[in-house]
């Protein structure tokens, strides 16, 4: 495989991982920021917001997971793709409980 087919499948986890919050506050009523939020990131976007955010990010992931192509049979295929899942969860859990604190 290319290098930039690893590129695609690292992005195709973190956009997936991306989806996940994004979509549970949505779905729940709840607000959560994204892109669009006033400050970017940090402010609350609505929930219909965030549904349409993860869906975005969805599209974006399943691309990039077809594309790239994503092959769990592959040992090191799964593993970047997992790896860029991790991240951005990771990511996620270290910055959003500072929004409460705000």
């Not at 970047?80 to 959003?96: E, H, K, S």
Request: proline residues 7%.
């Amino acid at each position: 495989m290319e290098w930039y087919n690893y590129v695609a499948v690292f992005f195709s986890g973190a956009f997936l991982a991306n989806a996940i919050p994004h979509f549970v506050y949505g779905v729940c009523g709840d607000k959560f920021p994204t892109p669009f939020a006033k400050p970017p990131g940090r402010g609350l976007s609505s929930s219909t917001g965030n549904v349409l955010w993860a869906g975005f990010n969805i599209i974006v992931g399943y691309t990039l997971f077809r594309r790239g192509p994503v092959q769990l049979d592959d040992t090191l295929n799964a593993v970047v793709f997992f790896v860029g899942f991790m991240a951005l969860a990771l990511l996620g859990a270290t910055n959003f409980p500072k929004k409460h604190k705000e």
